[in-house]
Structure formats: structure tokens, C-alpha cells
T-cell receptor, first 112, second 117 residues
Framework: KNQVEQSPQSLIILEGKNCTLQ??????????LRWYKQDTGRGPVSLTIMTFSENTKSNGRYTATLDADTKQSSLHITASQLSDSASYICVVLPDGSYIPTFGRGTSLIVHP | EPEVTQTPSHQVTQMGQEVILRCVPI?????FYWYRQILGQKVEFLVS????????KSEIFDDQFSVERPDGSNFTLKIRSTKLEDSAMYFC???????????????FGPGTRLTVT
């Protein structure tokens, strides 16, 4: 069964600090992996999309990495801001169909 | 910046009633999706739609659900006879291309909160 596991479940950091969120998946065959930011009560917003041939992709202060061999991805947030407080969701899509598997998300709280 | 819109923002209905959730995708997008998120749980894929047909659907998308593109701008999700467990946030999304043709960014709407009493 395709699964996406994210850790930690929640994280509290101080403004200006860096943090790294983890995603492990068992989706096979693999097509691409996406990181989304979801503010409370809002729809997810795309941060990065990576295929199996991409090891890293950046979007401003967000940098995602992918190791397709170990089926792991991380999202690194640099110099966190209060507006980074949100849920960060890892989504993995299989090759050959479009039925994505969502992780439960990591809830990030940035304190001043 | 173009965005996906959804109406209503909140819908309250009684069990057994039919509801229609509406979405206006981004105008030049061709692929449309519905997802749901039960409170406190992860987002779940319901259905993808292209060229007036369902492309793929999940196990959740049973005979109680249907989708339609009634005109050139709206994309709707109908639940024929709502159950208590249908209470969730329903998100519409659209993209220019289906991911089978290469990963394509999806844009999500703000969601409709459906409460079934």
C-alpha cells in the first residue's frame, strides 16, 4: 500500500531559526514528490515539485531534497518568519496514474 | 494573479440532502480535481477530470459523488445523499496539464467547508 510518513508531527521554533522537515514514502513506481504549505482553513499552496532525477530544488527560503534510492525527502526552511507558521504537506505521485498519496503534514509554529 | 475560487465557503446541510459544491478553475487550465480533508486528517484525492470526462477517481468517489463542467467556467461536485461522514473541507484544484505528461503545478481553491447534520 502506498504510504507517506512525515516527521515530526509538530515543531515549534523561534523566528529567524532554520528547520528541517522529513518525508518518507513507499509509493512505487515513483513519478514526483511535492511539498505544499497549508495555512489553517486554506487550500494547499505548492512549494516545490521534484522528479526522481532531481536531488534538490529551492523556492526562496524553502529547499527540498530528494533521495529516490532511500525514498526520503526533506524540506529545509531558512531564517524562519512568523508567516511560515502552517502545515507542510508532502505528496507523492505514482508513475502511470494520477492518484496522489498525501502525508499527514508537519505543523510548524514560529514564535517571535 | 489568477486563482481558483470556490462557493460557498461554508455549506450546512441535513443528512440525506443533495449538495452541489462549485468551483471556478483558472481560465486557461484544462485539468480539474476535487479533494477532501476531514477535520484533523490528511488531504484525500477524490477525482480528476479532463475533456468532460473523469480521468481517475479514488475509492472514496463512489456512486454518491458526481462531477460536471456545466459551462466553460464552472466545475461542480455533487453529493447525492449526504452522510454525516461527508462533513469535511472540499478543495478544488486545477492545472494546465495532467501529471502523466510531466509534473504540473496544481492550484488549489480556498475550500468549501461542508457540515452535515
Amino acid at each position: 500500500k502506498n504510504q507517506v510518513e512525515q516527521s515530526p508531527q509538530s515543531l515549534i521554533i523561534l523566528e529567524g531559526k532554520n528547520c528541517t522537515l522529513q518525508c518518507n514514502y513507499t509509493v512505487s513506481p515513483f513519478s514526483n514528490l511535492r511539498w505544499y504549505k497549508q495555512d489553517t482553513g486554506r487550500g494547499p499552496v505548492s512549494l516545490t515539485i521534484m522528479t526522481f532525477s532531481e536531488n534538490t530544488k529551492s523556492n526562496g527560503r524553502y529547499t527540498a531534497t530528494l533521495d529516490a534510492d532511500t525514498k526520503q525527502s526533506s524540506l529545509h526552511i531558512t531564517a524562519s518568519q512568523l508567516s511560515d507558521s502552517a502545515s507542510y504537506i508532502c505528496v507523492v505521485l505514482p508513475d502511470g496514474s494520477y492518484i496522489p498519496t498525501f502525508g499527514r503534514g508537519t505543523s510548524l509554529i514560529v514564535h517571535p | 494573479e489568477p486563482e481558483v475560487t470556490q462557493t460557498p465557503s461554508h455549506q450546512v446541510t441535513q443528512m440525506g440532502q443533495e449538495v452541489i459544491l462549485r468551483c471556478v478553475p483558472i481560465s486557461n487550465h484544462l485539468y480539474f480535481y476535487w479533494y477532501r480533508q476531514i477535520l484533523g486528517q490528511k488531504v484525500e484525492f477524490l477525482v480528476s477530470f479532463y475533456n468532460n470526462e473523469i480521468s481517475e477517481k479514488s475509492e472514496i468517489f463512489d456512486d454518491q459523488f458526481s462531477v460536471e463542467r456545466p459551462d466553460g467556467s464552472n466545475f461542480t461536485l455533487k453529493i447525492r445523499s449526504t452522510k454525516l461522514e461527508d462533513s469535511a473541507m472540499y478543495f478544488c484544484a486545477s492545472s494546465e496539464a495532467l501529471q502523466e505528461r510531466g509534473p504540473d503545478e496544481q492550484y488549489f481553491g480556498p475550500g468549501t467547508r461542508l457540515t452535515v447534520t
